[in-house]
């Protein structure tokens, strides 16, 4: 295989979390499995998507605290949870006793505005006109505020507990969490909040043509903008991309594998609806193939965090041989080293 010197110091993957309507918890246990199984490759980090109305993890909270307890090292995360469907104070709760399970391991990414589904569940969650109500990136600095440990009240405010009279603040409290905040963005304008904020990014396969339409150039100018907001600030920016190296698997798997490409090849031709979105094409082959395409992409300098995006529609021993031959044929050709010993590589 090719090799080369790059600065991927991080890898992880984002795995959809699905399950059969008639049996949920095979899909979920499977999906804690594979996450246990990437830690055990060597693997960085883990993502999960939250999603609503659909077969797949709806609540991050509830499943990544699930996935702390099968786990030692690898990072956990939540991509993306829609802020305006969460209490941002609850949410605060419910992820700070996630990160203290964790031992620190926990990565939050978020995303403002408008969810998805709105005209069927808004009204669900929020009292009266929930149009009125703030689903802006202002909601998600509530969220960051609740997280800073700071007292309720003045130094004279107390709270009746079992132990005793204590000063109130969120509960647990967890350090450092709030460093580990990522936004989701797909556009000048979100990347500049994410940066001027000191948010860490999460930049994928979705991006708003902006100026060109040309999903690489729009990719660069998203990630120069959030840098350049950040002012000098510490941060961290992880690129997703779909990677599905066919080295290991059967035929039958490769000719599956290329077929799930094809279908989603005529996308990345153009623009896509009003908002003129963008999509690369997936990353489907042998691994040193797979290796030349990275190489060549102008946006992967730009960024020492790489994600594999697992598609939705695959089995687990799929994702497995995925994951195996990313961390042992693909990772190592991008300058990763593993902190913990991966697997040898399949002959």
């Known amino acids: 295989m090719t090799t080369m010197t790059q600065h991927i110091k991080e890898i992880g993957f984002l795995t959809p979390g699905?399950?059969?309507?008639?049996?949920?918890?095979?899909?979920?246990?499977?999906?804690l499995d594979l996450i246990a199984f990437g830690e055990k490759l060597g693997f960085d980090g883990a993502w999960v998507r939250q999603r609503h109305l659909e077969p797949g993890i709806g609540s991050a909270a509830v499943f990544l605290a699930a996935a702390s307890q099968r786990t030692s090292r690898i990072q956990l995360g939540s991509a993306v949870i829609q802020i305006g469907y969460e209490s941002p104070f609850r949410l605060a709760?419910?992820?700070?006793?996630?990160?203290?399970?964790?031992?620190?391991r926990l990565n939050v990414g978020l995303s403002a505005g408008v969810p998805p589904h709105?005209?069927?569940?808004a009204h669900l969650i929020h009292d009266g006109d929930w149009k009125q109500h703030d689903l802006s990136h202002e909601r998600i600095k509530r969220f960051r505020d609740n997280l800073s440990g700071a007292y309720l009240g003045d130094d004279e405010t107390f709270v009746q507990t079992p132990f005793g009279p204590q000063r109130p603040r969120l509960q647990p409290h967890a350090e450092g969490l709030v460093n580990r905040?990522?936004?989701?963005?797909?556009?000048?304008?979100?990347?500049?909040?994410?940066?001027?904020n000191g948010f860490n990014l999460l930049t994928g396969n979705v991006i708003s043509g902006e100026?060109?339409?040309?999903?690489?150039?729009?990719?660069?100018?998203?990630?120069?903008?959030?840098?350049e907001a950040l002012n000098g600030r510490p941060a961290r920016v992880a690129l997703g991309r779909v990677i599905v190296p066919t080295d290991s698997a059967p035929p039958s798997r490769i000719a599956r594998y290329e077929a799930y490409a094809a279908s989603r090849l005529e996308r990345t031709f153009k623009p896509q609806g009003e908002r003129r979105t963008l999509f690369p094409r997936d990353l489907v082959g042998p691994a040193e193939q797979i290796v030349e395409w990275l190489l060549d992409d102008p946006v992967l300098?730009?960024?020492s965090e790489l994600r594999l995006e697992l598609p939705y529609e695959f089995k687990r021993a799929e994702y497995e041989q995925i994951l195996t031959d990313t961390i042992t044929r693909i990772a190592p050709a991008l300058g990763w080293q593993a902190k913990t010993a991966p697997p040898l590589a399949a002959e």
Do not use: C, K
Request: charged share 20%; proline share 3%; glycine share 10%.
């Open 301 to 303: 300098p730009l960024v």
């Open 93 to 104: 709760e419910d992820l700070s006793m996630v990160d203290v399970l964790s031992r620190g």
């Open 118 to 121: 709105s005209h069927l569940i």
């Open 181 to 196: 905040l990522w936004y989701g963005g797909g556009s000048q304008r979100s990347a500049r909040w994410a940066g001027e």
């Open 211 to 227: 100026g060109t339409d040309d999903f690489h150039t729009a990719q660069a100018n998203l990630i120069n903008t959030w840098r």
């Open 18 to 31: 699905n399950f059969d309507n008639a049996a949920p918890f095979a899909g979920i246990d499977e999906t």
